[in-house]
């Protein structure tokens, strides 16, 4: 397993998580062996969302003597109030969560506190600005929550929530067909059988931006609907060309800045040995860049970090220092200090480009990778 660091929390998560919403209306057999297998491959970090008392304690049950091993992505918002799941700000029905949560998982805290689905202005509104974001900034002082995150869909309202400045880590929403989407469309709706029909216009400008803030503030990422519910998967409902594997679904996500783990919803054992077959995967089989064949002209130009364009003669990674140079361009008069770091860590940098052009023969975005090297000599010189 690989293991990513989560921001500025000073946790490192697995970059293969579990997301818990398919152990739900499960035995506690079949739970105790889909959490094995991922502990066993060095899974080491869970969400549960779901507030539901009997998958909350049967999660709990898997996990009892092992707590330290994982990090628990838990929610603050969700409750089950009357038997249904809702989200709720309701600082009484919260509490209570927080509390069922704190028992089922025979523990004392939670490591990433997260605000629950925070996507439209009344969400900010009621999670930010008053006594649910009090109760939920008390949580942390007091080390119930070792860190303090929020899920969403909507990169507008990510990018407000990232530059409050309160947020340490946040869930998001990321897969090429998300990635490409038009502002206009909704998200939660595109997996339908009218994808089909969406006019895609490369990679949206704000969902960009997004991934190049956290990484500028150094909040970490967590993934969810890496997969698009199976949809990408399907040649039959795929809005690509043709399906992607597991494997390229799981590489596109982990390539974009400041992410450090996807959460991958398992039904069984062999699902779990499936998203983590990914690590022993060849730079081939995780090769995203068939959605060019989509998006030839759109995404002309744009380093998509897929690193097609290796081999290097020089072994530069050009993929991690275009992620590095495209954060810096945000503000060339401010390049932050992690960023420049992070550009003099890589073991070989544009200073070593010898310009032979193989990598621009390679990438089937049409990246100006020799123009890159010579801003990034510049940014970073200065």
């Known amino acids: 397993m690989d293991y990513r660091a989560l921001g500025a929390t000073g946790m490192k998560a697995s970059v293969i998580g579990l997301g818990g919403?398919?152990?739900?209306?499960?035995s506690q057999t079949e739970v105790d062996a889909i959490v094995g297998a991922g502990l066993e491959r060095g899974i080491n970090i869970i969400d549960v969302f779901m507030p539901g008392d009997e998958v909350r304690a049967r999660i709990g049950a898997a996990?009892?003597?092992?707590?330290?091993?994982?990090?628990?992505?838990?929610?603050?918002?969700?409750?089950?109030?009357?038997?249904?799941?809702?989200?709720?700000?309701d600082l009484g029905l919260a509490r209570k969560s927080i509390e069922g949560f704190l028992r089922h998982f025979h523990t004392d805290y939670i490591d990433l506190g997260m605000l629950f689905y925070v996507d439209t202005e009344e969400d900010y509104r009621t999670a930010f600005e008053g006594p649910f974001m009090e109760y939920a900034l008390e949580l942390r002082s007091s080390g119930v929550f070792r860190a303090l995150g929020a899920s969403t869909h909507n990169p507008d309202t990510a990018i407000r929530m990232v530059e409050s400045g309160l947020l340490d880590t946040l869930m998001f929403s990321i897969n090429p067909a998300y990635d490409m989407l038009p502002?206009?469309?909704?998200?939660?709706?595109?997996?339908?059988?009218?994808?089909?029909?969406?006019?895609?216009?490369?990679?949206?400008?704000?969902?960009?931006?997004?991934?190049?803030?956290?990484?500028?503030?150094?909040?970490?990422?967590?993934?969810?609907?890496?997969?698009?519910?199976?949809w990408l998967l399907s040649s039959e409902r795929t809005p690509f060309s043709r399906a992607l594997t597991v494997g390229q679904c799981i590489h596109y996500a982990l390539s974009r800045p400041a992410v450090a783990s996807v959460l991958i919803g398992c039904r069984n054992p062999g699902e779990v040995a499936s998203a983590c077959a990914y690590l022993d995967m060849s730079q081939t089989e995780r090769d995203y860049s068939v959605i060019a064949e989509n998006f030839a002209g759109t995404l002309r130009g744009r380093c998509m970090y897929c690193n097609h364009c290796l081999p290097c003669p020089s072994s530069i990674d050009i993929a991690a220092?275009?992620?590095?140079?495209?954060?810096?361009?945000?503000?060339?008069?401010?390049?932050?200090?992690?960023?420049?770091?992070?550009?003099l860590a890589l073991r070989h940098r544009a200073e070593d480009c010898i310009e032979c052009g193989n990598c621009e023969r390679n990438c089937p975005f049409g990246v100006k990778v020799i123009q890159n090297m010579d801003a990034a000599r510049r940014i970073f010189a200065s």
């Open 183 to 230: 502002a206009a469309y909704d998200i939660n709706e595109v997996f339908t059988d009218s994808i089909k029909s969406v006019s895609f216009a490369g990679v949206e400008p704000s969902r960009a931006r997004l991934y190049e803030l956290c990484e500028r503030r150094n909040v970490g990422i967590t993934v969810m609907k890496t997969l698009g519910a199976g």
């Open 63 to 89: 996990l009892k003597g092992r707590r330290e091993e994982v990090l628990l992505q838990g929610h603050l918002g969700t409750s089950s109030a009357g038997g249904q799941f809702e989200r709720t700000r």
């Open 21 to 26: 919403e398919q152990l739900e209306n499960l």
């Open 321 to 343: 220092l275009t992620k590095l140079l495209d954060i810096a361009r945000l503000d060339e008069g401010h390049v932050p200090p992690t960023v420049r770091q992070h550009y």
